[in-house]
Nanobody, 115 residues
Framework: QVQVVESGGGLVQAGESLKLSCLAS????????MGWYRQAPGKQREFVAK???????SYTDSVKGRFTISRDNAKNAVYLQMNSLIPEDTAVYSC?????????WGQGTQVTVSS
C-alpha cells in the first residue's frame, strides 16, 4: 500500500516563505516522477512543479523564480521551497508520485497567504 504524506503548510504573510515536504512509502517499485499540484477555492486543480528521478524539473509559469522543487531519492521525498509568496498562491497543495506505473496522491496541505 503506497502512502503519500505532505507536511509544511500554514498561514503566512505575503512575501514570506514556506517549505512543503512529501514522503512516499510502501512502494515495491522505484519512484519516478514526483510533483506538486494545488487547488484554490472554486478552481480546478493545477500543476505547480515536478521533478523526475534524474533531477529534471518543470514549473508552471506563475511560480518560476519563486518556487524550487527538489527531491531525496533515498527517502522517496520531494520538497517545495516557496519564496515571495503572494495571496494568489493560497490553495491546498497536494503531492503526487508515480511508481509502478500508477499515480498516487496525498491528502494535501493548506497554504494560506495573507495580504
Amino acid at each position: 500500500q503506497v502512502q503519500v504524506v505532505e507536511s509544511g503548510g500554514g498561514l503566512v504573510q505575503a512575501g514570506e516563505s514556506l517549505k512543503l515536504s512529501c514522503l512516499a512509502s510502501g512502494s515495491n517499485f522505484s519512484v519516478n516522477v514526483m510533483g506538486w499540484y494545488r487547488q484554490a477555492p472554486g478552481k480546478q486543480r493545477e500543476f505547480v512543479a515536478k521533478i523526475n528521478v534524474s533531477g529534471r524539473t518543470s514549473y508552471t509559469d506563475s511560480v518560476k523564480g519563486r518556487f524550487t522543487i527538489s527531491r531525496d531519492n533515498a527517502k522517496n521525498a520531494v520538497y517545495l521551497q516557496m519564496n515571495s509568496l503572494i495571496p494568489e498562491d493560497t490553495a491546498v497543495y497536494s503531492c503526487s508520485t508515480i511508481t509502478g506505473g500508477r499515480i498516487y496522491w496525498g491528502q494535501g496541505t493548506q497554504v494560506t497567504v495573507s495580504s
